[in-house]
């Protein structure tokens, strides 16, 4: 409710030398948040990520412009960003992802929204999804993810909607708790959530922008193509299930099955009952 009294994120255009133009304040939050990140992430994130994350070689102390990430990510796999504003339709984000193209709003969170924020911001889309977008699998899900995207009805968008956010956006890799690790960009563009994810007792959690008490020890679920895609989610908290592949190479056995066929699958046994309380007006 209180979100609705906030101005709405607009997305800045670039000039016509492709040169996005940001505020002090707003390269202030990219430090604020790149430095609290960075400290969260060396024994949580996956190694590939870290690896990427290198590659990239972010400022610390300022916005990043897309052309800079583009060359990296050329020099990789073949990829490359798109300036698009906060919120784009389904059919425009598959086109992209199947074009190897990876949209990125132009616009970074405030600092009352520095924990969480609902919208995609700068932020999430590099520091979240940039550095494993350097890796085979990870680019090559995302182009797959693209192409079946575009060719699927809007009701077989919903389903593959959850595969989306159960690995690109919320996904673990690791066979055990030791050596579980986070690949996914919902993950770590979230400091908070960063550590939660991988937590095992919540007592520790001391930095959620929530009570821990509303946030129980999350669930780690082998990943199953048919289950993820009947698994509800919200948007608007800490996750309380993630799924987890044994390694990241994985998604290219996930590229190569039948997903529309379990989709199919999926739509005729339908939905699990949520694991969170479903909130009524």
């Known amino acids: 409710m209180e979100r609705q009294n906030k101005q709405p994120y607009l997305s800045h255009q670039p000039d016509a030398n492709g040169h996005i133009h940001y505020s002090n304040d707003e390269h202030a939050m990219w430090q604020a948040l790149l430095e609290r990140q960075a400290k969260q992430t060396p024994n949580r994130a996956c190694s590939a990520y870290l690896e990427g994350l290198k590659k990239l070689n972010l400022p610390s102390d300022r916005i990043p412009q897309l052309h800079d990430i583009d060359e990296v990510l050329q020099a990789t796999t073949g990829w490359q960003t798109a300036a698009v504003p906060a919120l784009i339709s389904f059919g425009k984000f598959f086109k992209l992802l199947a074009n190897k193209s990876f949209p990125v709003a132009t616009f970074i969170r405030r600092f009352d929204d520095m924990d969480y924020i609902e919208e995609p911001d700068i932020f999430h889309e590099i520091v979240g999804h940039c550095p494993l977008l350097t890796h085979p699998a990870f680019a090559t899900f995302n182009e797959t993810y693209g192409k079946l995207g575009l060719n699927a009805s809007k009701e077989e ?33 979230s400091p908070s959530e960063t550590i939660y994810a991988l937590s095992n007792e919540t007592q520790n959690q001391s930095d959620y922008q929530s009570n821990p008490q509303s946030h129980p020890q999350p669930e780690h679920r082998a990943f199953d193509l048919l289950d993820v895609l009947r698994t509800p989610y919200r948007i608007d908290h800490i996750q309380p299930i993630y799924y987890v592949i044994d390694d990241l190479d994985t998604l290219f056995d996930i590229v190569n099955s039948d997903i529309m066929g379990v989709v199919k699958q999926a739509m005729s046994l339908g939905m699990f009952e949520p694991t969170y309380q479903v909130e009524t007006s």
Not at 157 to 171: H, N, P
């Open 157 to 189: 968008r919903l389903f593959l909607a959850r595969l989306y956010w159960f690995t690109i956006e919320f996904g673990l890799v690791g066979q055990t708790q030791d050596t579980r690790r986070i690949y996914g960009g919902g993950i770590l563009s």
